[in-house]
């Protein structure tokens, strides 16, 4: 083990050492607790982005969609979405899980290897089963008007349509989660890693904005879809299903690469 590996597990160990130690983190409402924070942290810098570049053209040049705007109107209904989906169906949930499954707690922390091979393999299996959930809600008309249509309600996304779903929707992304996090058999560190790259990725991809470091930018052959990607799934509906990666999409003939429109969101 090189000097710099050391250094990484010591590193892993030190912060593992520490959460066992926390009774928040054994607690039921902590994964409630924990997804909300996660969440609105990583929608935060992308609200006062959408704050500051009604003024500042600098900001705004890297908007997907330039002439949209985000309201108070839309900002509220998306908080007050999000916040009756955590407590009137995660948080419940959450305590059932940990009667079920008690949080466990292993001695050693992971390796970081470990930890990056889980999250790839996690975003790999998550974004295969939100490609075909999110095709057969798009195919099927009833159950996109029943279950998916909410999510679309806004042709120029902002990072708090995120979370922006119905209680199926996100029923069902949850059990997505919940299910490839036991397939791995992932450490309770990695599962809190994945979950934040998780959301963090998915927030981006919902941000309506593309940097020059954005996530796509950094993942060469196109391998990876990004925020204009997704933008282009709610502006014209039947392309790019994917919440990640463009494998899917090219293999199903769905993937679309083309500009963006400027439009104004009413």
Request: glycine content about 4%; overall charge positive; some cysteine.
């Amino acid at each position: 083990m090189t000097d710099s590996q050391s250094t990484e597990r010591l590193l892993l160990q030190t912060l593992w050492d520490w959460l066992r130690c926390q009774h928040f983190h054994r607690s039921p409402f902590f994964p409630v607790f924990f997804s909300l924070t996660v969440h609105l942290s990583c929608c935060v810098p992308y609200i006062c982005l959408d704050l500051l570049c009604l003024r500042l053209s600098f900001i705004r040049r890297f908007k997907i969609q330039p002439g949209s705007k985000v309201t108070w109107k839309m900002t509220k209904r998306c908080l007050c979405k999000i916040f009756y989906n955590h407590f009137c169906f995660i948080f419940p949930l959450s305590v059932l899980y940990w009667y079920w499954r008690p949080v466990p707690q292993p001695l050693l922390a992971p390796d970081v290897l470990s930890v990056l091979k889980d999250v790839l393999a996690f975003l790999l299996l998550f974004d295969t089963q939100y490609f075909l959930w999110h095709l057969l809600h798009h195919k099927v008309s009833w159950l996109y008007q029943i279950f998916h249509k909410e999510h679309h309600l806004f042709t120029s996304t902002f990072s708090l349509t995120t979370e922006n779903t119905g209680a199926w929707e996100m029923l069902s992304l949850s059990f997505f989660t919940t299910l490839n996090v036991a397939l791995l058999g992932c450490h309770p560190l990695t599962e809190m890693v994945l979950y934040v790259t998780h959301m963090y990725l998915s927030v981006e991809a919902h941000s309506g904005y593309e940097f020059p470091w954005s996530p796509h930018r950094l993942v060469p052959f196109g391998l990876y879809g990004g925020a204009r990607h997704h933008d282009l799934h709610h502006l014209k509906f039947k392309v790019n299903y994917a919440p990640y990666f463009t494998h899917w999409d090219k293999l199903f003939g769905t993937l679309h690469r083309g500009k963006t429109q400027r439009k104004t969101e009413t």
